[in-house]
Nanobody, 124 residues
Framework: QWRLVESGGGLVQPGGSLRLSCAISGFSFHYYTIGWFRQAPGKEREGVSSISGSGNNIKYADFVKGRSSIFRDSASNTVYLQMNSLKPEDTAVYYC?????????????????WGQGTQVTVSS
């Protein structure tokens, strides 16, 4: 059974950091692009970052570029999103998703499998 389970969200002060985890079961991330998306109340779900199965294609949205990093751990089949210098506008539910396309990047419509999400709240 394919599953993606996010964790690591929470309440953090502006300027703080969080590391989100996407634990994958039922398939290996080496054959799928894993993307991180977020959705704030009343807004569309938007792409944050992605890493292709080969690891050769990494994409960051402009709004997190320079303050976020996506990386993987083969032993645990987990994909991480490290987010630093968090801002109140980063508040959202963060989802990880899987796509069979090596070039899915942040195209939401190319992702077929989704986790349940983890809440990130940035507030003082």
């Amino acid at each position: 059974q394919w599953r993606l389970v996010e964790s690591g969200g929470g309440l953090v002060q502006p300027g703080g950091s969080l590391r989100l985890s996407c634990a994958i079961s039922g398939f290996s991330f080496h054959y799928y692009t894993i993307g991180w998306f977020r959705q704030a109340p009343g807004k569309e779900r938007e792409g944050v970052s992605s890493i292709s199965g080969s690891g050769n294609n990494i994409k960051y949205a402009d709004f997190v570029k320079g303050r976020s990093s996506i990386f993987r751990d083969s032993a645990s089949n987990t994909v991480y999103l490290q987010m630093n210098s968090l801002k109140p506008e980063d508040t959202a539910v963060y989802y990880c998703a899987a796509s069979v396309s090596e070039h899915a990047l942040l195209l939401r419509q190319l992702y077929d499998y989704w986790g349940q999400g983890t809440q990130v709240t940035v507030s003082s």
